[in-house]
Nanobody
Framework: QVQLVESGGDLVESGGSLRLSCAAS????????MNWYRQAPGKERELVAS????????NYADSVKGRFTISRDNVKKTAYLQMNNLEPEDTAVYYC?????????WGQGTQVTVSS
């Protein structure tokens, strides 16, 4: 059974930090690109960060560059999103996403709320 389980979302003050985790099971994690998306109320889901299976190709949305860091541990089958200097505009449900060709899996999401 394929599972992606996010954790680490919380309520934090502006300027604070959070680290999201995404624990994977039921598929060959090390072969999959891992991505983090977010969806704010009333907005479309947007790609925040992505990383290829080997961790050598990383991309970020312009809005989070310099503040967010994506990483992965292929032994632990876990992806991470370190979020620093959080802003109220970062408030959203954050989802991890795994992709290999036509195979795509989503987590259930974790809520991040940044207060001003």
């Amino acid at each position: 059974q394929v599972q992606l389980v996010e954790s680490g979302g919380d309520l934090v003050e502006s300027g604070g930090s959070l680290r999201l985790s995404c624990a994977a099971s039921g598929f060959s994690f090390s072969f999959y690109a891992m991505n983090w998306y977010r969806q704010a109320p009333g907005k479309e889901r947007e790609l925040v960060a992505s990383m290829n299976p080997g961790g050598t190709i990383i991309n970020y949305a312009d809005s989070v560059k310099g503040r967010f860091t994506i990483s992965r541990d292929n032994v632990k089958k876990t992806a991470y999103l370190q979020m620093n200097n959080l802003e109220p505009e970062d408030t959203a449900v954050y989802y991890c996403h795994a992709r290999l060709l036509q195979n795509k899996y989503w987590g259930q999401g974790t809520q991040v709320t940044v207060s001003s």
